[in-house]
Nanobody, 121 residues
Framework: QVQLVESGGGLVQAGASLQLSCAAS??????MGWYRQAPGKERAFVAA????????YYADSVKGRFTISRDIAKNTVYLQMNSLKPEDTAVYYC????????????????WGQGTQVTVSS
């Protein structure tokens, strides 16, 4: 059983930055992803990174503003979020997949508990 623990959420004003962290109890799997779910909406892909070579993938809505990275020594994945907008408000989840289909939420086997990000206008 792999444990994923997110941290770093909070309440910020539009234009501010936040960094989310996701610590994994072990380094396993192929891809680590970040998803978000806003009230009344489905969970949506945000970004993903491969453990082995660090390939990064982003949703169009966050390209140029968000950066995903990983620290292999710490088994931790980060999501640096800059130029935050009110529409970025959501619960952010990290997840682990053994597959390469990073854009499919059902590809992810383990999920964290989520961390709330609220962006005020």
């Amino acid at each position: 059983q792999v444990q994923l623990v997110e941290s770093g959420g909070g309440l910020v004003q539009a234009g501010a930055s936040l960094q989310l962290s996701c610590a994994a109890s072990e380094r396993t799997g192929y891809v680590m992803g970040w998803y978000r779910q806003a009230p009344g909406k489905e969970r949506a892909f945000v970004a993903a990174i491969t453990w082995s070579d660090g390939y990064e993938y982003y949703a169009d809505s966050v390209k140029g503003r968000f950066t995903i990275s990983r620290d292999i020594a710490k088994n931790t994945v980060y999501l640096q979020m800059n130029s935050l907008k009110p529409e970025d408000t959501a619960v952010y989840y990290c997840a682990l997949s053994y597959l390469g289909t990073y854009w499919r939420s059902n590809s992810y086997y383990y999920w964290g508990q989520g961390t709330q990000v609220t962006v005020s206008s």
